[in-house]
Nanobody
Framework: QVQLGESGGGLVQAGGSLRLSCAASGRTFSSYAMGWFRQAPGKEREFVAAISWSGSTTNYADSVAGRFTISRDSAKNTVYLQMNSLKPEDTAVYYC???????????????WGQGTQVTVSS
């Protein structure tokens, strides 16, 4: 069983940046695709970004493409989400998750972390 721990959330003004980190332990981190999801109050959890086990393939939601960048460091068992040009609608709890499949199969992610709050003020 893999354990995931997110960090890096906080309060930022619109137009600002944050970098989220997700540290993984347990199962072999480098064998799994990693993804970021988010859930705003009163809304369902939604896909944000994912990266393949090798790091060569990425997938982004249309709402964040061009503003967010997902990356991974297998030596550190960590996946990152660099968020630029943040908007108030990006406010949510952000979760990371793993998948034995590729980054495009967004419904197959699981093993959720506890989440980190991102709040973007206008």
């Amino acid at each position: 069983q893999v354990q995931l721990g997110e960090s890096g959330g906080g309060l930022v003004q619109a137009g600002g940046s944050l970098r989220l980190s997700c540290a993984a332990s347990g199962r072999t981190f480098s064998s799994y695709a990693m993804g970021w999801f988010r859930q705003a109050p009163g809304k369902e959890r939604e896909f944000v970004a994912a990266i393949s086990w090798s790091g060569s393939t990425t997938n982004y939601a249309d709402s964040v493409a061009g503003r967010f960048t997902i990356s991974r460091d297998s030596a550190k068992n960590t996946v990152y989400l660099q968020m630029n040009s943040l908007k108030p609608e990006d406010t949510a709890v952000y979760y990371c998750a793993t998948s034995p499949f590729g980054p495009r199969r967004t419904a197959d992610f699981g093993s959720w972390g506890q989440g980190t709050q991102v709040t973007v003020s206008s």
